[in-house]
């Protein structure tokens, strides 16, 4: 079966918010059989929005309409449907049920506006939305199914996975899942990563789809087949991957450099603290974004000035002035004071020049120490990423976060980061 | 003229990547007269191309093609035209040597991939890309001017400030700019502000257009006119909104709550130090992700624990025990206690609880204190964002950054964060 999908919205065409539905809509729907094929975009216009389903209806088997659902006047769905299948928009009793059951369950009562939304075509039934306060709207119209959801993500997202998955699979029974494993890489490129495999895997197996989504600051690379029975392959593609670049590879769907960091300091019962300079509290962030990140982490200090490293971090004045503070010494004797002002077991600490100012011929922008570990084995190891400040705060975090990982998992060589780059 | 705009690329229909371009197309343009009306995106199918650029071509003026400018097999923008005219792909010898040039600058010699980029159809010049290997593609089709540009988000913005907005602008001079002022809000929703307006400005003048794009956590509020004359009604509207709203109004353009904030520090003179509980390091990252926060910020305490409550900031044990560490007295005392150990003039100190666990009756999930001021004028307020921890820590970080801007300016009380919203 043929796809599209129809996004309505003003705020689409100006430019005024980025599309991230359709992205979500084609990583929910295509893992269960259901790929995307053609997408169209207008702005909130009836005439044009009764044009392109019409057009649509005809070329396609199934359409998703997203956007348009809402209690405003801009929101035309439910009338252009009415107009391209030439019946009235009635009351329908379900939808009308829910308005007023989503509004009771807020104290409110149902405005006219609310009440608008149960108003839908005549033949059309009502797409449970879990969500929010519009139902989303189904209808076969010639041989093409309809599909109109509402433009909110968190509403949208339930009903893929709720009633739209279930009207897709009733209409298409034998649409055929496809087997996706992701796994979350660090230190490695899209470009690179297609490179090895061009070199390292031409034997690859036709059955096993490869598929990238770069991501700041993970890649995430998938493996997928779409027949059960093939499994077996890619079982053997994970394990040639993990036998080429294992030591790059982090963790596995949701999962962030944090919040693994978190969960194996969490299994060996160690606690973290951090001095951090020129990441200025950015990995402090990461590390509590994670839930749980209080069963290892107590404390962290942002030292950006001299003064405030001797005074908390009890780096020696003499140290400082004759090394400087972006120095080998120097992120050293931050990651020892903070362990001792912190009495935690682990340590990450970082002293660099994030620019655009204070760099020096010896010591660009872009340069910086990182000290990690614990206290009788603390290492370092001086990068230089001349980027941007916040991408370069990023990718010095991510780094750092990235060592400490390898240091947990016994590792403590420092590993060639994005070294296989082309672009 | 009508202009539409034609993506192509697999990633975008799986949903890999989020389309961010089009919505830079559109912000890029729009300003100078050249609204999009229709968009659609396709995958990397040649049939499929040429297909829509013949629909597109016969219903539009100006088709912008995004995308497949690469050097790889993907890439099918050269093909699809030279198709789409009936004609061949020759070799073209600006383009061959802006490949060449582009190469040489990085000492690299141009393969067979590179040079497959020189390659246009016969009728077709070149987009000037001063970033990028690729050059994009103008061709005029029938009566619809075609401009083809490439995928990678630096280079295109690159050229639609240049070479594209050059060819619009010479096949249509007389498109009008528009002129656009950005406010950037805190505290106040689209649906609110709205709301205030619908209100309180119902002779709201016909010629300035009022958009909205949220973001988390500022609201960006459109001011547009398309002609100069009108421009005075749109100064008068601004005066009008500051009048209703200005204390929401934390700046413009591109500033943030903490670019501001460190703006108004430098501008003052002060110094300023932070003591973070449940925002874990994010109100110091924010503040350092600043250019120049150096000036104004020297350490930062991320204290999770009690006893580094007590250790670095000097919190009482007795304090702590009696009241809780979510507490005014607790977040009082961690003000007091950072700027003693910063020896700082500005504070902000947050003490809460981000969830999902930890919280209790009294003090549920969403519960926190803020403290903000110098020493002998700490303020303190209690809030309750019961919402997911990333959003929380989003949240509590701008409350507490936007009362420090306050403050700094001057306002003492506590205003009626997001009291407008319906949705």
Redesign the interface.
Known sequence: MKIALLLTGN??????????N??????LL?PIGF?????????DDLD?LVLELDKLSQQYDVVIVNGGLGPTVDDLTAIALAKLIGKNLVKNQQAFEHVHEWCAARGIEANEANLKQAMLPIGASVLANPVGSAVGIQLQYRQCLLLCTPGVPSELRAMLNGSVAEALKSSYPNASSKYVRRLKLFGMGESGLQQLLDDECSDWPAEVIV????GAPLLEL?LEVSDKKHLGYRDDCEKRLRELVGDFIVGENDETLSSVVVDLLAEKGRMLT?A?S????????Q???V????KV?????????N??KE??LAVDHEVLEQYGAVSQEVVHAMASGALL???ADCVIAVSGI?????GTIEKPVGTVWVAWGEEDSIMTHRFNYPVE??FF?LMISSVALDLLRRYLLGETNVPGYFQRESR
Do not use: W
């Open positions: 705020e689409l065409m100006s430019g005024d918010t980025v599309d991230s359709s992205s979500m809509i084609a990583q295509d790929e995307i094929n053609h997408k169209v975009t207008v702005g044009l598929g990238f989504r770069a998938k951090l951090e020129c990441t200025g509290g950015l990995i402090a962030s590390i509590t974004e839930s749980g990140a209080s982490f107590e404390a962290g200090f942002v030292t950006y000035s003064t405030i005074n908390v002002a912190a009495g994030a620019g655009p100012e204070g400040r916040k705060q």
